[in-house]
């Protein structure tokens, strides 16, 4: 055959444009928690608000890792 073999690449998290800021995501997480008070699913609500508090006083940018205080513990 006379065909060149195709270029191949490693799919890598960077290779989609699928960065959401920060703001964007601590919105996301008062708007639930606000809906979701509305419907009186009390206790899902308080754990969008417990990470919204995260997001907003404890995060400190970077890279998204678990650590117990997103969870309020």
Do not use: V, W
């Amino acid at each position: 055959m006379n065909q060149r073999p195709g270029k191949k690449k490693a799919m890598t998290l960077n290779d989609h444009d699928d960065k959401i800021s920060l703001m964007s995501l601590i919105r996301f997480c008062n708007e639930a928690a606000k809906d979701l008070r509305d419907s009186s699913d009390n206790d899902a609500a308080l754990r969008f608000e417990i990470l919204s508090e995260y997001l907003t006083h404890d995060f400190k940018g970077g890279y998204l890792k678990y650590t117990h205080k997103a969870l309020g513990l």
